[in-house]
């Protein structure tokens, strides 16, 4: 379970801080943040030249994140701004762990921290790209964090079979394919007015354009956001995600 651990929070950091290099950066750049994680790490590799933002977070008494960019990272943005920059992706991680616990996460405090991340910590490695360059970036968590986190008990062989995270039949689940769709609307029309339609014409749906459109998993809404262009495709930004608990229970159907 290891590497669902990395996968989860290591997916939560890219995201937020491609949200955040985007927001900061407004203006000042074209280019576009995208996250993935580093299939062959381990969680152990050290980012060379890093500047590291230490984050304690409300999970727990002493809990602590750590992440860990290297410098030809955050100086794309300048120190005055990367300070910014950390502490809004530190911000939504917790929001994420919110939604994904089912009680308020909070950062509290947290800055730029001397000296190299300590290697012993469990942590995911993730990329950012931006444009044609390639940047590297980690995310590391604590003890007191791994064990008030579900996924991080469930790391650690601690989680019973009755604990999220922790059964062994959904650990066996995890790598199975699902099929994603995303609805902009729905609405009922008359067999008639179906028989109507043709070329150029136009089906009034129930959602407004303001409105954000719904990711379906199983004819179930597991998430709400909104509609981005990447790379030429359709995308959805994730702006609302239903209970950790209804995703997990779905992916067990």
Not at 3 to 8: E, F
Not at 148 to 173: F, R, V
């Amino acid at each position: 379970m290891m590497r669902a651990a990395q996968t989860r929070i290591g997916a939560y950091a890219g995201r937020a801080l491609c949200e955040a290099l985007s927001e900061f950066l407004k203006g000042a750049t074209d280019r576009v943040f995208e996250a993935g994680m580093v299939s062959d790490a381990d969680g152990s590799e050290v980012v060379e030249d890093a500047v590291v933002w230490r984050q304690p977070v409300s999970l727990a008494e002493g809990a602590c994140l750590w992440l860990s960019a290297g410098r030809e990272l955050w100086e794309t943005s300048g120190r005055a701004a990367w300070d910014g920059i950390a502490a809004q992706t530190m911000s939504a991680v917790a929001s994420a762990l919110s939604e994904e616990t089912g009680r308020e996460v909070r950062v509290e405090g947290g800055g730029i921290e001397d000296g190299e991340l300590d290697a012993e910590l469990p942590a995911a490695v993730f990329e950012i790209r931006g444009g044609d360059q390639v940047w590297q970036a980690r995310i590391a968590w604590n003890a007191e964090f791994a064990a008030a986190w579900p996924m991080g008990n469930a790391a650690a062989g601690e989680g019973t079979a009755g604990e999220p995270g922790g059964s062994k039949t959904l650990d066996l689940l995890m790598d199975v394919a699902l099929p994603v769709s995303v609805s902009f609307g729905k609405t009922s029309l008359q067999i008639r007015e179906v028989l109507k339609l043709n070329t150029g014409s136009v089906v009034e749906l129930d959602r407004l354009v303001s409105e954000p459109v719904e990711v379906i998993v199983n004819n179930c809404v597991i998430a709400r956001g909104d509609v981005v262009v990447v790379d030429g495709n359709y995308g959805v930004r994730v702006t609302q995600l239903a209970s950790r608990a209804e995703r997990m229970g779905l992916a067990a159907k």
